[in-house]
């Protein structure tokens, strides 16, 4: 079994975990689109012995689809859109870890779908690019794992291409995102001279094969820098660079600290090329031994510790339709404490309804199979027809709401009308799934018929327009609205009422049914401020009801 006095995490005044929550390492994966994070994910998985070949993003055939992008437009277009969860078991030594990862959309329009999976992890695995260093998208993400304080192992991708300095990409992941970095490897050489990685945690030498990208590295064991043996694998000029770089490192940098790392102020950093298998390895062994096992989440009115014996768990994304025939849905439900079993009855805490989960799925990708056990730190699909929402929580009888998972206000709003206006009650149906699995804001405007679609970034529009004539045979157009954002409407009963009577032009609800004020300007939001000084007007409102 896993070494557990680092399965205390972060608060180490805690028991140890048994032994099957202790193995389970929870995380996800965030990079700036292009960095190599789906590549990685292949990788993980074929590691895993989850998968024989790691099929290449954009290969020929469908055999060789990417495993983890299952929608049509991510498979045609080589993005991710949707994030997707899998589990596998990974063997270290003697020891086993089951990883549950969940890949998100890198793309940020999707920002919003990585945000909320964000909540459902205990540590990140930040991916960059050799060439590019942290680039906007990889800040926006680790703004949102500094807020949960979750810890962040960093591979640094494509090194087998021209890339930049070592020293110069750790001095910008600390200037940047303000954090320690410590490298776990160092690489040898780069570009086409790279030819492998010195293990700094372990002090040995990992050689890159490029002939067989599915091939995992050559390890060769030796005893510090000053094995002759280094000379018989690295050339004389490389051999002499790597001492002097490494002298300079371990004067530099700080060494590898467990505890700030849990505590997400530390770091550590490999290199390799994931298209090539290299590095990939040392990075999963780097989270079985430092990952942080399955943490307590927050919640109200209290903390759910993953020991405890009873089984909670909440909704931190739904996907509509992964089977188009069966028009099902599945809500993807990170258990939070408790040894679940398929068929147990748990009550849905926002309906106060019991329900019977017989049929709860675990995903590898696109393929599912019956989960017949779940423990904290798993993440199951449940089927469902509309029941679970993102925020709800399923428990064994106790009124708990776990928190922490927004809903942004959209950014871009558009009108939306079926191709044929015969279909209207049929577009109503689908646009209230997709609200429903966070997909996009839907709202039904006061005054006039139709309805306003808010997302975050311009492609969701495309996505939503692809999969409502996908899913529901619905040709569907957006036009130009007249407003321009979406402000959530709270305060007093009498409050509320008063704006919503006397600004019906600007008032929409949305798929809760709760008040929104849309607006075209700054002044109109400014001018309801100053006029009712007893409502707020947020852009995030809480998934939870």
């Given at each position: 079994?896993?070494?557990?006095?680092?399965?205390?995490?972060?608060?180490?005044?805690?028991?140890?975990?048994?032994?099957?929550?202790?193995?389970?390492?929870?995380?996800?994966?965030?990079?700036?689109?292009?960095?190599?994070?789906?590549?990685?994910?292949?990788?993980?998985?074929?590691?895993?012995?989850?998968?024989?070949?790691?099929?290449?993003?954009?290969?020929?055939?469908?055999?060789?689809?990417?495993?983890?992008?299952?929608?049509?437009?991510?498979?045609?277009?080589?993005?991710?859109?949707?994030?997707?969860?899998?589990?596998?078991?990974?063997?270290?030594?003697?020891?086993?870890?089951?990883?549950?990862?969940?890949?998100?959309?890198?793309?940020?329009?999707?920002?919003?779908?990585?945000?909320?999976?964000?909540?459902?992890?205990?540590?990140?695995?930040?991916?960059?690019d050799g060439a590019k260093g942290v680039e906007s998208q990889t800040q926006k993400l680790f703004e949102v794992c500094r807020l949960r304080d979750l810890p962040i192992l960093t591979f640094c991708n494509k090194m087998d291409r021209e890339?930049?300095?070592?020293?110069?990409?750790?001095?910008?992941?600390?200037?940047?995102?303000?954090?320690?970095?410590?490298?776990?490897?160092?690489?040898?050489?780069?570009?086409?001279?790279?030819?492998?990685?010195?293990?700094?945690?372990?002090?040995?030498?990992?050689?890159?094969?490029?002939?067989?990208?599915?091939?995992?590295?050559?390890?060769?064991?030796?005893?510090?820098?000053?094995?002759?043996?280094?000379?018989?694998?690295?050339?004389?000029?490389?051999?002499?660079?790597?001492?002097?770089?490494?002298?300079?490192?371990?004067?530099?940098?700080?060494?590898?600290?467990?505890?700030?790392?849990?505590?997400?102020?530390?770091?550590?950093?490999?290199?390799?090329?994931?298209?090539?298998?290299?590095?990939?390895?040392?990075?999963?062994?780097?989270?079985?031994?430092?990952?942080?096992?399955?943490?307590?989440?927050?919640?109200?009115?209290?903390?759910?510790?993953?020991?405890?014996?009873?089984?909670?768990?909440?909704?931190?994304?739904?996907?509509?339709?992964?089977?188009?025939?069966?028009?099902?849905?599945?809500?993807?439900?990170?258990?939070?404490?408790?040894?679940?079993?398929?068929?147990?009855?748990?009550?849905?805490?926002?309906?106060?309804?019991?329900?019977?989960?017989?049929?709860?799925?675990?995903?590898?990708?696109?393929?599912?199979?019956?989960?017949?056990?779940?423990?904290?730190?798993?993440?199951?699909?449940?089927?469902?027809?509309?029941?679970?929402?993102?925020?709800?929580?399923?428990?064994?009888?106790?009124?708990?709401?776990?928190?922490?998972?927004?809903?942004?206000a959209p950014e871009l709003l558009q009108g939306v009308r079926a191709g044929d206006p015969m279909k209207a009650k049929h577009l109503e149906k689908a646009l209230m799934q997709f609200a429903e699995e966070g997909a996009a804001k839907v709202?039904?405007?006061?005054?006039?018929?139709?309805?306003?679609?808010?997302?975050?970034?311009?492609?969701?529009?495309?996505?939503?327009?692809?999969?409502?004539?996908?899913?529901?045979?619905?040709?569907?157009?957006?036009?130009?609205?007249?407003?321009?954002?979406?402000?959530?409407?709270?305060?007093?009963?009498?409050?509320?009422?008063?704006?919503?009577?006397?600004?019906?032009?600007?008032?929409?609800?949305?798929?809760?049914?709760?008040?929104?004020?849309?607006?075209?300007?700054?002044?109109?939001?400014?001018?309801?401020?100053?006029?009712?000084?007893?409502?707020?007007?947020?852009?995030?409102?809480?998934?939870?009801?």
């Amino acid at each position: 079994m896993p070494d557990t006095a680092l399965s205390a995490g972060p608060q180490t005044n805690r028991p140890d975990l048994p032994p099957e929550i202790g193995r389970r390492r929870t995380f996800a994966i965030i990079s700036h689109p292009d960095a190599g994070k789906t590549t990685l994910t292949e990788k993980f998985l074929l590691y895993g012995g989850a998968i024989q070949m790691a099929g290449q993003v954009r290969a020929k055939g469908e055999a060789r689809r990417t495993r983890s992008d299952f929608m049509k437009m991510e498979q045609d277009r080589g993005i991710s859109v949707s994030a997707s969860a899998m589990s596998f078991d990974f063997h270290q030594g003697a020891d086993e870890y089951r990883f549950n990862l969940v890949d998100t959309p890198g793309h940020s329009d999707f920002s919003e779908d990585t945000y909320r999976t964000i909540t459902a992890v205990d540590a990140a695995v930040m991916v960059i690019d050799g060439a590019k260093g942290v680039e906007s998208q990889t800040q926006k993400l680790f703004e949102v794992c500094r807020l949960r304080d979750l810890p962040i192992l960093t591979f640094c991708n494509k090194m087998d291409r021209e890339s930049r300095d070592t020293f110069e990409i750790i001095d910008e992941i600390q200037e940047n995102l303000a954090i320690d970095v410590t490298p776990a490897s160092w690489p040898i050489g780069v570009g086409r001279d790279f030819i492998g990685c010195y293990d700094l945690l372990h002090d040995r030498l990992e050689l890159m094969d490029r002939a067989d990208r599915n091939k995992v590295a050559e390890t060769v064991k030796i005893s510090g820098l000053d094995d002759p043996k280094l000379a018989e694998h690295v050339p004389a000029d490389q051999l002499a660079q790597l001492r002097d770089e490494l002298e300079m490192a371990r004067e530099l940098l700080p060494p590898m600290d467990a505890q700030a790392f849990l505590e997400g102020t530390l770091t550590p950093i490999w290199f390799g090329s994931a298209i090539n298998s290299f590095g990939v390895q040392e990075l999963m062994s780097g989270i079985a031994e430092y990952g942080p096992p399955p943490q307590p989440q927050r919640a109200e009115p209290r903390q759910v510790s993953a020991d405890e014996k009873t089984v909670t768990g909440f909704v931190f994304k739904v996907q509509a339709n992964m089977d188009p025939k069966h028009r099902d849905r599945v809500a993807f439900v990170r258990l939070a404490s408790g040894h679940f079993e398929r068929g147990m009855k748990l009550t849905h805490v926002r309906s106060k309804k019991q329900m019977a989960i017989s049929n709860p799925v675990l995903f590898l990708a696109a393929d599912r199979e019956l989960a017949e056990e779940a423990w904290a730190g798993d993440i199951i699909g449940i089927p469902n027809h509309g029941q679970l929402r993102i925020g709800d929580a399923l428990t064994e009888g106790e009124t708990l709401r776990f928190t922490g998972i927004p809903s942004f206000a959209p950014e871009l709003l558009q009108g939306v009308r079926a191709g044929d206006p015969m279909k209207a009650k049929h577009l109503e149906k689908a646009l209230m799934q997709f609200a429903e699995e966070g997909a996009a804001k839907v709202f039904k405007p006061a005054i006039g018929s139709g309805f306003i679609v808010g997302v975050v970034g311009a492609l969701q529009f495309e996505v939503l327009a692809s999969r409502i004539e996908l899913e529901y045979g619905l040709p569907v157009s957006f036009s130009q609205s007249q407003f321009t954002s979406a402000r959530w409407i709270s305060g007093s009963k009498e409050a509320v009422e008063g704006v919503v009577a006397k600004n019906t032009q600007h008032i929409a609800h949305d798929n809760d049914g709760a008040p929104v004020f849309l607006t075209r300007l700054q002044w109109d939001i400014d001018r309801i401020e100053r006029d009712h000084p007893d409502v707020k007007l947020s852009a995030t409102k809480e998934m939870m009801v």
